[in-house]
């Protein structure tokens, strides 16, 4: 999933820098739609990744709030995120 959403990315992109017509406004807001895209879902790790990897760090030292964060985790799968 990720290399096709990489892609249309990528073709969004250069739509962008071929536009012609854009106002200076229009074309920063869409540029940062661009990066904040970029950023939540392909450079970033999703807030289930960062999620198991902390109760994989925290299980010994932190027993309880590893239980809180698999709920948190579970409830978040359970809703779709």
Excluded: Y
Excluded at 40 to 54: A, F, G, I, W, Y
């Amino acid at each position: 999933m990720h290399e096709d959403l990489a892609q249309l990315i990528e073709q969004l992109q250069a739509e962008l820098d071929q536009a012609e017509t854009l106002d200076t406004t229009t074309r920063v807001h869409l540029q940062q739609l661009v990066t904040d895209i970029k950023d939540s879902v392909l450079d970033k790790p999703s807030v289930q990744e960062r999620l198991e990897q902390s109760i994989g760090e925290f299980e010994v030292s932190h027993p309880n709030m590893t239980g809180f964060l698999a709920k948190v985790l579970e409830t978040l799968g359970s809703a779709g995120v």
